[in-house]
């Protein structure tokens, strides 16, 4: 067969030039340019999506929070945010919460829940308080009153001790003993003319002086020692006087301040009933910190700005405040760690060790959220440690328990808090893909009974004028948003064009809102720098060109190889065995295609197909799949009433990674038969579609992506008017051709055929008749089908003779 001669096969003509692309006509876009058309305030073609959030935000029960499904880049959290903003600008303004000190158990903080607006005050107060109570304890025990009644009760108390050992010291000396104090305490001793008598003056008395004198002594002494017992209590009942005068002028101080607070929120019982423990604290232990010597923790100050630990007991910690603002929160959190989700206990560093307390507590996501909305996205939830569980057991338990990750884990000793609970009332909407929700809803149980509401966001919208008049106008909304130059008619006709490429079919409009937004901002940027007033046709056709070129390096690469030689790739004659088939390569965002050959050898066998591919595990399931029905149809078509006799091998030339899908099947299967019809398939036309056990052919992928490739190909080879590429014809409808490819099938260059079943495909292909079976079960002489029906019959009956000659008992030499 020579390049170049071998025509289409009637029955299966080339498709026109109008079926290759969906034109859109600049005149139904209804307006000059973007600029007379009014703004959309949704999202096209999402209304069971935006049903479905409507829903989630409206009922009110456990458990209906909200799973966003769809790929990224359709505008979904966009949608959600916009909505989720409008519900909660009429909903109420939820409490605002704050930690204050647990007088009764100091590492468990209490938390108080505050009318919106006054837990800033509250904090506010709280400060004030603590720095007034401060000022007033101070000046109260530096006042002359209190000096005087301090040396009063001392004064009261010594003179007690003094007269009472004087008393004693008296008594002694009327019976002629003296009371000595000396340094190692107090010491009874004989006296005679008012001196203390020696130890040999005493010896020299008579016995029953010496005996009177021990006696009285010993009387003396036993009081003495009562008098000493009696000092210990004198001591404490002196501190117990001290401490009541200390709690006298404290509440002096302190009183009348906590009384105005109290007075100022007695609405609150909870902070009424906090602020009597302050005051009881304050009055119980003000002297006591007042009085910590120098170095100690209490005196010790936290920070440059932060007042003494002492204080910092009597402060409300602001957790979360609704002060400004109407309606509820929406909070959208990026990063959803542990941490952020829940809240942290944060430390200082004293004397080399970690210390805290309530006012280190800091607010998660869910505190800020709580009362309103939160907006996270599954993906980045699931891959950090511990946030997934620790998100499900606030929304199981309705309440935020702060609980430090090592504490958790048992992973650390040092002494942290344990903060009281806060009640939970939010609505959480998870963001991620498809994959996402389907895997969790599978394995996690608790995930079914959390997120009931799926709000699933379609990637496609039908094309009719009613959604090609609200697209139009999408396109006018985002060049409004962004300040860009308004788009005329062909250029709005020229983007819906393309948006219906990306739809990957001729009926639909794509979602993909961030894929317009970036065609836009880009043509918009070609036209100002060309300097237009507005952005037409050719700035929007510039824009999807440079985006192309900037991500064709691997393509242009590879097709350079198929240029040099490198890779073999015919594109005229006829070849046994050998078929161009399409691959469409996807690396990042650029999807290409490229030909690929595939060869199929045949010989005398049992039946067995060899996919080479799959022996040397570089085949995909999917692929293996194809191979396993080309072989069923060739059993279930072929070898009806005898054994099938041959053995197929097929390889994908020069291909060195996995390949995978069943769009080659087709392809693969009319090799194997020309190899054995012995019949050449023409070289200048490429193959793609999928294959059924019935010879039917079935729709495939990437078809616009694989016939511009084959094109790129023959067009740098050059175009022989002859060169094509067959397609199924399930497929026509997804086709969106380049402008280039469609002028080459306008002029005849290029020919693009659409096949139903493999009998097309092999007409057009080989230019034989394939032949259908009469009424004997014969197919027609000189028919594709007879040459191959003839071929196995030969392998049949070679195969039996060469059984019989090798069968044991017939005379023959084994």
């Not at 008393?167 to 009874?188: S, V, Y």
């Not at 509820?328 to 760690?337: F, K, M, Q, S």
Request: charged share 25%; aromatic share 6%; hydrophobic share 40%.
């Amino acid at each position: 067969m020579s390049e170049g001669s071998a025509p289409a096969h009637p029955s299966v003509p080339a498709l026109p030039p109008q079926l290759l692309r969906r034109r859109i006509d600049p005149a139904r876009i209804g307006a000059a340019s973007t600029a007379e058309l009014e703004p959309v305030a949704q999202l096209i073609g999402q209304e069971r999506a935006v049903e479905a959030v409507r829903f989630g935000m409206a009922i009110r029960r456990q458990g209906f929070n909200v799973f966003v499904l769809g790929p990224p880049g359709l505008g979904k959290h966009t949608l959600v945010r916009r909505f989720l903003e409008a519900e909660a600008a009429d909903a109420a303004r939820p409490s605002d919460w704050c930690y204050v000190h647990n007088f009764e158990q100091p590492d468990r903080p209490r938390a108080l829940e505050l009318p919106p607006g006054r837990g800033s005050q509250l904090r506010d107060a709280m400060r004030k308080l603590a720095e007034e109570a401060a000022a007033a304890i101070r000046a109260t025990f530096e006042s002359e009153e209190y000096r005087t009644r301090l040396e009063e009760l001392a004064e009261q108390f010594g003179e007690r001790e003094r007269k009472a050992f004087q008393d004693l010291g008296e008594e002694a000396q009327q019976q002629g003993i003296a009371l000595i104090h000396t340094p190692a305490g107090f010491a009874f001793a004989p006296i005679r003319a008012g001196a203390v008598i020696s130890p040999e003056e005493y010896e020299k008395l008579p016995e029953d002086e010496r005996k009177r004198i021990s006696e009285t002594i010993e009387k003396l002494q036993e009081r003495l020692q009562r008098v000493i017992r009696q000092v210990p209590q004198w001591g404490r009942e002196r501190r117990n006087r001290l401490k009541d005068l200390h709690r006298e002028f404290t509440t002096l101080a302190v009183d009348h301040l906590v009384a105005e607070l109290e007075a100022e929120y007695q609405d609150l019982p909870e902070v009424v009933a906090h602020l009597a423990a302050v005051r009881r604290d304050l009055i119980d232990t003000a002297a006591q910190h007042r009085h910590a010597p120098e170095g100690a923790p209490e005196a010790v100050e936290a920070g440059p700005e932060q007042p003494p630990t002492w204080l910092r007991r009597y402060h409300a910690n602001l957790l979360v405040a609704h002060d400004s603002g109407l309606g509820a929160p929406v909070v959208i959190e990026d990063n959803p760690t542990y941490q952020n989700l829940i809240g942290r206990v944060e430390y200082l560093s004293q004397f080399g060790a970690l210390v805290t307390d309530f006012n280190l507590i800091k607010a998660g996501s869910l505190h800020q959220a709580n009362g309103g909305y939160l907006m996270i996205d599954a993906h980045k939830l699931l891959t950090q440690p511990l946030a997934w569980d620790a998100l499900k057991r606030a929304l199981v338990a309705r309440k935020i328990q702060i609980t430090s990750i090592g504490q958790m884990l048992g992973l650390v000793s040092t002494v942290s808090l344990d903060p009281q609970s806060i009640p939970l009332e939010v609505k959480v909407v998870l963001f991620g893909e498809r994959v996402l929700y389907y895997l969790l809803y599978e394995w996690d149980p608790e995930f079914r009974e959390l997120f009931k509401v799926a709000a699933d966001f379609e990637e496609s919208v039908a094309l009719d004028d009613a959604s090609l008049q609200r697209y139009t106008r999408l396109i006018a909304t985002v060049a409004k948003d962004e300040q860009m130059l308004a788009f005329d008619a062909p250029a709005c006709a020229r983007i819906l064009e393309q948006i219906i490429r990306l739809a990957g079919d001729q009926e639909k409009l794509s979602t993909h809102m961030q894929s317009l937004a970036d065609l836009m901002r880009e043509a918009d940027h070609v036209a100002r720098a060309a300097g237009l007033g507005t952005v037409d046709a050719p700035a929007v056709a510039a824009a999807i060109e440079a985006q192309e070129r900037r991500a064709d390096r691997i393509k242009l690469r590879m097709q350079d190889s198929i240029a040099e030689g490198v890779l073999i790739i015919a594109t005229g004659g006829g070849r046994v065995g050998q078929v161009n088939g399409l691959s469409v390569y996807q690396i990042g965002a650029n999807a290409f295609g490229l030909p690929t050959r595939i060869t199929a050898t045949t010989r005398l066998g049992s039946g067995e197909v060899v996919d080479i591919q799959r022996e040397v595990k570089l085949g995909g399931a999917i692929h293996s799949k194809g191979v396993l029905i080309l072989a069923s149809f060739l059993g279930a078509r072929y070898a009806g009433r005898q054994p099938l006799s041959l053995s197929a091998s097929l390889s994908f030339e020069q291909t060195y990674g996995t390949v995978e899908g069943d769009s080659a099947s087709l392809a693969e299967l009319c090799a194997l038969l020309s190899s054995l019809a012995d019949a050449p398939i023409r070289q200048d036309l490429a193959v793609t579609g999928s294959v059924s056990q019935h010879g039917e052919v079935q729709a495939i992928g990437g078809v616009n992506e694989k016939i511009e490739g084959f094109f790129d190909i023959c067009r740098s080879k050059g175009l022989t008017g002859s060169q094509g590429v067959v397609i199924p014809g399930a497929n026509v409808r997804h086709l969106m051709l380049r402008e280039d490819v469609v002028r080459s099938a306008e002029t005849g260059e290029f020919h693009i055929y659409a096949v139903d079943t493999v009998d097309q495909a092999l007409a057009l292909l080989t230019g034989l008749e394939p032949g259908a079976l009469d009424e004997t079960g014969v197919y027609p002489d000189g028919s594709f089908n007879r040459r191959i029906a003839d071929r196995l019959n030969a392998m049949t009956l070679v195969r039996r003779e060469l059984a019989l000659a090798h069968k044991p008992g017939t005379g023959e030499q084994q």
